[in-house]
C-alpha cells in the first residue's frame, strides 16, 4: 500500500500521459505538466493529442472524474515522475537538458520526505545526475539526511510498453525499479502497485538504467542478425524468408524478421547511449546500430537497379512510410529515407507513396513535383517498380494479379507466396 495520493507527471507524451491517466482511473490524484499548452488545453478537455488504442477512454475518465487536470506549472506534489524526451545529441550521447528543465520546476516545490522517479529512458547515471541537480539548487535537501535537513528520494522506473498496446502492457508487464536508495526504491514500488499486476523487481538506479537500454540493445543485434542474414541471402540467392522460417525450427534458434532498417525512437537511440558509456568495449552493439542503419541504403540500390531497368522514367509505387506495420508513427522510419532517396536520387523517376495511415506527406517528401500520395491500388497499377516498405495488413490484401509484369522489392516478405507462385508459373509456362 501506499502512502502517496498526488502525483505530478511531468512530460503529458507517449509515456507520461499514459502514466498520468492509469494512476488517476486508479484513485491517486494527479497533475499532468506539459510545456505544451496544446497538449494542456487538449488532457483538461480529456481529449488525447495523438494515437494510442484505448487511452482516450482513460484520460476522459479520468478527467471527468476530477483526478487528472492538466498544467503549464509544476505543482506540489507528493510524488513527480519525470517522462520527457532524452534525445541523442550530435555526438550520440544522451541530452539531459530536458530532464534538467523537469528539475527546475520541481525543485522549488520540495519541502522534504517527497519521491522523484525518472521514466525517461537514460544512460547510466542519469537518476544520479537528476539527483545532484536538483540537491544543487535545494542545498536544504539531502539523499539521506546528512546535512541535518529534509530527505529526498529518488528512483528510475523505465517504462518498456509497446506502443499500439500501452494501456495493456502498462498494467501486465513486469517493471524494474531502481533506487538510489533502497527506501527510494520501496516507495516507488508501492507507488506502481497501485495499477502494475506484473512483478516489481527492485535494484540499484543504473541496474535499471542498463535493463532498459538492454532490452532495446538485445533487440537491435538480433534485427541486426536478421538484416545481415537477408543482404548474404540476396548475393546467394536464397529465399532470406524461407531460410528464417527453416532456421527456426530448431529449439533453440528463434531469429527476427528483416525489414527496410530499423525505424522508432528507441530502438534505433537506445543503443548508442551504452555505446557512449562504453565506447571501446561496445562493439557488437555498435556493430549492430551500423548494420541496421546501412539496410536502408542497401534497399535503396536494389531499387535503383530494378528501375533503371525500367529505362530513363520509371514509375515507383513505395508502399508505407510508417515505422512498422498498422500504426500512423513516422518518427525515425526508414521508410521515409528510402522514399525521399529515391526521389532525389533517380531521374525521372516519379514515387507514388501509398500510405493508408496518414493524410498527407511528411516534410521530406512533400513539395517535390515528382512524389505523391496515393491510395494502395492506384500506386501499384501505375507502377513499373514497387517497393514494400512496411507490413501493413491493407498491402498483405493485395491482389496478386494486379503485380504481374512489376518488378518486386518486398523488404518484409509479406509476398513471398506472390513470389513463389510467379516463379513457380514462370518456369512451367
Ligand atoms: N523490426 C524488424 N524486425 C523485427 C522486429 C522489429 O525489422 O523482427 C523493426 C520494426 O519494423 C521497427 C523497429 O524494429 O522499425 C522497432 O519495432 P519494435 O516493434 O520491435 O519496437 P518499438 O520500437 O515499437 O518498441 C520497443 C519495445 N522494446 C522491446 O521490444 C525490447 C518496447 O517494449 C519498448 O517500450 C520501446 O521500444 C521503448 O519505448 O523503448
Not at 199 to 219: H, P, Q, W
Not at 374 to 394: F, G, M, P
Request: charged residues 20%; hydrophobic residues 45%.
Amino acid at each position: 500500500m501506499t502512502d502517496i495520493n498526488s502525483v505530478a507527471v511531468i512530460g503529458l507524451g507517449y509515456i507520461g500521459l499514459p502514466t498520468a491517466a492509469i494512476l488517476a482511473t486508479n484513485g491517486i490524484s494527479v497533475v499532468g505538466v506539459d510545456v505544451n499548452q496544446r497538449t494542456v488545453d487538449a488532457v483538461n478537455r480529456g481529449e488525447v493529442p495523438f494515437v494510442e488504442p484505448d487511452l482516450g477512454v482513460h484520460v476522459a475518465g479520468a478527467v471527468s472524474q476530477g483526478n487528472l487536470r492538466a498544467t503549464t506549472e509544476t505543482p506540489a506534489s507528493q510524488a513527480y515522475i519525470v517522462a520527457v524526451p532524452t534525445p541523442f545529441l550530435s555526438d550520440r550521447s544522451a541530452d539531459l537538458s530536458y530532464i534538467e528543465a523537469a528539475a527546475r520546476g520541481i525543485a522549488p516545490q520540495l519541502a522534504g520526505g517527497e519521491l522523484i522517479i525518472l521514466e525517461s529512458t537514460s544512460p547510466p547515471r542519469a537518476t544520479r545526475h537528476l539527483a545532484d541537480y536538483i540537491l544543487g539548487l535545494r542545498p536544504d535537501l539531502s539523499l539521506d539526511g546528512s546535512n541535518g535537513g529534509p530527505v529526498i528520494h529518488f528512483a528510475h522506473c523505465p517504462e518498456r510498453v509497446l506502443p499500439g498496446r500501452v494501456m495493456i502492457e502498462l498494467v501486465t508487464n513486469d517493471r524494474i525499479v531502481g533506487g538510489i536508495t533502497s527506501e527510494a526504491a520501496q516507495l516507488a514500488k508501492d507507488l506502481y502497485a497501485v495499477f502494475c499486476q506484473g512483478e516489481i523487481l527492485l535494484t540499484d538506479d543504473v541496474t535499471a538504467e542498463m535493463a532498459k537500454l538492454v532490452e532495446n540493445s538485445y533487440r537491435d543485434v538480433n534485427i541486426a542478425f536478421a538484416n545481415e542474414l537477408s543482404v548474404i541471402s540476396d548475393k546467394l540467392g536464397i529465399d532470406v524468408w524461407e531460410l528464417i522460417r527453416l532456421a527456426n525450427h530448431h529449439p533453440r534458434v528463434n531469429i527476427l524478421q528483416p525489414g527496410p532498417g530499423v525505424g522508432g525512437h528507441c530502438i534505433a537511440v537506445d543503443p548508442w547511449f551504452i555505446v557512449a558509456a562504453a565506447p571501446g568495449e561496445s562493439r557488437l552493439i555498435r556493430t549492430a546500430r551500423e548494420v541496421n542503419d546501412a539496410k536502408p541504403e542497401w534497399v535503396v540500390e536494389k531499387v535503383r537497379e530494378a528501375a533503371l531497368a525500367y529505362g530513363k522514367e520509371p514509375k515507383i509505387a513505395a508502399l508505407g512510410l510508417a515505422f512498422k506495420a498498422n500504426i500512423d508513427d513516422l518518427r525515425e522510419s526508414p521508410a521515409i529515407g528510402i522514399a525521399a532517396e529515391l526521389a532525389e536520387g533517380l531521374p525521372g523517376a516519379q514515387l507514388l507513396v501509398a500510405e493508408p495511415h496518414v493524410e498527407s506527406l511528411p516534410r521530406a517528401l512533400e513539395g517535390r513535383d515528382n512524389v505523391v500520395l496515393t491510395d494502395t491500388a492506384d500506386a501499384i497499377a501505375q507502377a513499373d517498380v514497387v517497393v514494400v516498405l512496411v507490413d501493413h495488413d491493407e498491402f498483405k490484401g493485395v491482389d496478386p494479379e494486379t503485380l504481374a509484369d512489376k518488378a518486386i522489392i518486398d523488404t518484409r516478405g509479406i509476398w513471398r507466396d506472390i513470389a513463389f507462385d510467379a516463379a513457380t508459373a514462370a518456369a512451367k509456362a
